[in-house]
């Protein structure tokens, strides 16, 4: 049996006021409540999901570089960073590992400055538009990911 597989959950900056931020955009449900539904699903699936948040981007920068070696994969909603960090891109180039992108609203339907996203382009793929459920889609992506790769 192989071991199991370890994947890691970043929130950016205001994730922490999920619930209460802007709820017609972001919805009802806290962070706590996703970091339950992400955990449980990965139990479900066999894989270990560690969350974390921050709204520093020197400590998710600090964060992304400590995966390696220990995780197989990150999941990250970048929050407000998506749109402007070139340290989150490089320290996701600088650790090789698959990264997933959420974001809980859909970006390219909001205003122009969230259209552009610094991560899209090093990211597997990124999901964006299905609220909370897009954390389950993240997790179902990575996990086909980190599978077929095993295979090739
Ligand atoms: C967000 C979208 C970002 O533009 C915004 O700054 C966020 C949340 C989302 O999940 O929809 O903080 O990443």
């Not at 969350?51 to 909603?77: R, V």
């Not at 969230?114 to 459920?133: C, E, L």
């Amino acid at each position: 049996m192989g071991e199991e597989k370890k994947i890691l959950l970043v929130h950016g900056p205001n994730l922490n006021m999920l619930g209460k931020r802007e709820p017609a955009i972001y919805g009802a449900e806290t962070l706590d409540d996703v970091n339950r539904q992400m955990t449980d699903a990965g139990k479900q699936r066999g894989i270990a999901i560690t969350p974390f948040q921050s709204n520093h981007e020197g400590a998710i920068i600090d964060k992304i570089q400590a995966c390696f070696g220990t995780f197989q994969g990150i999941i990250i909603n970048p929050g407000a960073y998506t749109h402007t960090s070139i340290g989150i891109r490089d320290a996701i180039l600088s650790i090789s590992l698959p990264v997933v992108e959420i974001h809980l609203s859909n970006i390219y339907k909001r205003e122009p400055f969230r259209h552009k996203s610094m991560i899209a382009d090093v990211a597997v793929g990124q999901i964006s538009g299905f609220g909370v459920y897009g954390y389950l889609l993240a997790l179902d992506a990575l996990t086909h990911h980190l599978n077929a790769s095993v295979k090739n």
